[in-house]
């Protein structure tokens, strides 16, 4: 019976991961980290109040990885680069610890299970074709086709990293939002088909103007071909209450219509 609670208690601390910072001990000036990772056992109790029993705030920087304010606003998880799942991390954001601890983006439901359920309606959609690399050209596993294979894998999507004459995409990853994974489902149900499919040029990644929506996983393209009711697209973005609505007779949008929602 002890060794079967020990086992649990092993899981729950596993399931708990990397320690995150909260507010008490951010005020107190310590970081919330593992107890047997504090220096010296020089550390105050109570100002981790939401975590493990053995997540204490540490008087100095905890001596293994934890979380830091960069990457835990982005949902990401500070860890050793090695352990990021398919190398899914971003330099930068784990900025007191050693440059091989890293931010990363492999944990899953951040985005939640609405997100994730739409992704998958998308992604097994027959009347939407997802562009499989951006529209520029660039390869980087941040075109749509990848952006809801990671949502529908309840990961979160990755965004672009290149400059184009628009500004520069500010890499990492980010939620694709109900909203405009809804949108998509909605066109594509009323006014795509089989034989003339919905295409789907960026989610979240692409490089756009450099406050754009689709950043924060709020903005659609959809690639306008001869067949396309495009109209009804930009109709529909509208009554969804959308508050970017952009199409043919914008500087830019010839060949695309765009919708964002906030
Ligand atoms: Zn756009």
Not at 88 to 97: F, L
Not at 163 to 169: E, L, R, V
Not at 230 to 236: L, T
Request: hydrophobic residues 25%; glycine residues 8%; charged residues 10%.
């Amino acid at each position: 019976m002890i060794a079967f609670l020990s086992l649990v208690t092993t899981g729950l601390a596993l399931a708990q991961g990397i320690p995150y910072q909260e507010e008490p001990c951010i005020s107190y000036g310590g970081k919330c980290g593992y107890d047997s990772c504090c220096s010296n056992n020089n550390y105050v109790v109570g100002k981790c109040p939401s975590q493990a029993g053995n997540v204490r705030c540490c008087n100095t920087n905890p001596t293994c990885a934890y979380n830091e304010d960069p990457c835990q606003a982005e949902n990401g998880e500070c860890r050793l680069d090695s352990t990021c799942t398919d190398d899914r991390y971003v330099s930068g954001k784990c900025p007191t610890q050693a440059g091989s601890i890293k931010c990363c983006f492999d944990v899953q439901g951040v985005c939640g299970t609405t997100v994730q359920s739409l992704a998958c309606d998308i992604l097994n959609h027959n009347s939407i074709y997802l562009l499989p690399v951006n529209p520029s050209g660039v390869d980087d596993g941040a075109d749509a086709a990848s952006n809801m294979a990671d949502a529908c894998n309840n990961l979160m999507s990755k965004r672009s990293s290149y400059t184009c004459s628009s500004g520069q995409s500010p890499g990492g990853y980010v939620c694709p939002t109900q909203e405009v994974l809804q949108y998509i489902l909605d066109v594509a149900n009323n006014y795509a088909s089989p034989s003339n499919q919905l295409q789907v040029n960026s989610i979240t990644g692409a490089c756009h103007s450099s406050t754009s929506r689709h950043y924060s996983g709020y903005a659609v393209d959809f690639q306008i071909k001869a067949n396309s009711p495009y109209e009804s697209y930009m109709s529909m973005c509208a009554v969804s209450g959308a508050v970017e609505n952009l199409g043919p007779g914008t500087p830019g949008h010839s060949t695309h219509t765009h919708c964002a929602f906030n």
